[in-house]
């Protein structure tokens, strides 16, 4: 028996097909937008469910207007389209804030998936930068930082002169060009906000956390990052398999 899971996120997409040992056995990754095309969510959907899939898929999504158009593309089909908040996700971890509401999906199932080891920090490269806090096995809140690549774009279209770049993980000096000089502001920029929100966080309760690295610039910040991490590419869907094992 299989089921599928997918997360809506502001610049991709990603829907998994799930084992019954909840492992990922096919997987796709697409621009958000590209839900907005005619047809396009029906063909992706003919494409890697089963017959034995399970006829709820669970999403988490920050995106309302895409979820909406996915629920009416399958509203003709055997499946029943469920978005994460509303489950009772009090059975599965308590979240200590005033207003779910205002807490994106993702944010609460990469909770959900990082609760397993009590006291958590989960760091999300995506549009944003996110840091969310789970300790006692509590979700406790957050900080919400700007994304690296959405921050270098606006640059970017905000100026006339500075170019869009790709970052280079090594900047041992200030810029002797435009290209240098901006690089060495996102490095450095980026070292200075992740690791003071990382101690400003690990400092206040004195705990010991496990600090997960996931989203497009896991991989390149996590030598930056002066405390140890694991990168997680898969926590959002970790999260979501265990919500819809255990709530549907």
Do not use: H
Not at 16 to 39: A, E, H, M, Q, V
Not at 201 to 219: F, N, P
Request: with cysteine; hydrophobic share 40%.
């Amino acid at each position: 028996m299989y089921f599928i899971v997918g997360d809506i996120g502001n610049t991709s997409t990603r829907i998994c097909l799930i084992n019954k040992k909840s492992k990922i056995k096919k997987s796709f990754i697409f621009d958000t937008k590209k839900i907005f095309k005619k047809g396009f969510i029906k063909i992706l959907f003919k494409k890697f469910s089963k017959d034995d899939t399970k006829k709820n898929i669970l999403f988490s999504s920050v995106v309302p207007l895409a979820f909406k158009k996915i629920k009416n593309d399958l509203k003709k089909t055997s499946y029943k389209i469920l978005e994460i908040k509303r489950l009772k996700l009090n059975k599965l971890i308590k979240i200590n804030i005033k207003n779910i509401k205002q807490l994106g999906s993702d944010r609460i199932v990469n909770s959900i998936a990082g609760k397993k080891f009590k006291n958590c920090l989960i760091i999300d490269f995506g549009t944003a930068t996110t840091f969310d806090i789970v300790k006692n096995k509590i979700y406790e809140g957050g900080v919400i930082a700007p994304g690296v690549k959405l921050s270098m774009k606006n640059l970017s279209q905000s100026t006339a002169l500075l170019p869009i770049f790709n970052l280079k993980s090594k900047q041992k000096s200030y810029g002797k060009n435009t290209i240098d000089a901006l690089n060495a502001g996102f490095i450095w920029g980026y070292d200075g906000l992740i690791n003071n929100i990382i101690n400003k966080i690990t400092q206040k309760w004195k705990i010991k956390y496990k600090i997960i690295l996931t989203g497009g610039y896991a991989m390149f910040f996590k030598n930056i990052i002066k405390k140890k991490t694991v990168v997680d590419q898969n926590i959002t869907i970790k999260g979501l398999s265990k919500a819809y094992s255990e709530l549907l």
